[in-house]
Nanobody, 117 residues
Framework: QVQLVESGGGLVQAGGSLRLSCAAS????????MGWYRQAPGKQRELVAA???????NYADSVKGRFTISRANAKNTVYLQMNSLKPEDTAVYYC???????????WGQGTQVTVSS
């Protein structure tokens, strides 16, 4: 079984920064993508950023230039550095781990990020 534990959320003023971390434990297959999604009240969950085990990244247009995703494969940990935060970034942020083979999708419990104006 795979578990994802997130940390680093909180309350910050607009323009500030936060760093989210997500540590995966259990049976971790080498070919995978780790990512961050977010869900604001009344909205659908959306992809924020993702990074493959090979280091390829993908970002939502709304966070490009402000957020940076990285990972430490030896620690099975993914990070999301969020700079120049805006009130519209307020959401619950979820960590995701997707295995290419044999397949499988896992989610963290979510961490609240609140950006005040």
């Amino acid at each position: 079984q795979v578990q994802l534990v997130e940390s680093g959320g909180g309350l910050v003023q607009a323009g500030g920064s936060l760093r989210l971390s997500c540590a995966a434990s259990g049976s971790i297959f080498s070919g995978n993508t780790m990512g961050w999604y977010r869900q604001a009240p009344g909205k659908q969950r959306e992809l924020v950023a993702a990074i493959t085990s090979g280091g390829s990244t993908n970002y939502a247009d709304s966070v490009k230039g402000r957020f940076t995703i990285s990972r430490a494969n030896a620690k099975n940990t993914v990070y999301l550095q969020m700079n120049s935060l805006k009130p519209e970034d307020t959401a619950v942020y979820y960590c995701n781990l997707n295995f290419w083979l044999p397949g499988g999708d896992y989610w963290g419990q979510g961490t609240q990020v609140t950006v005040s104006s």
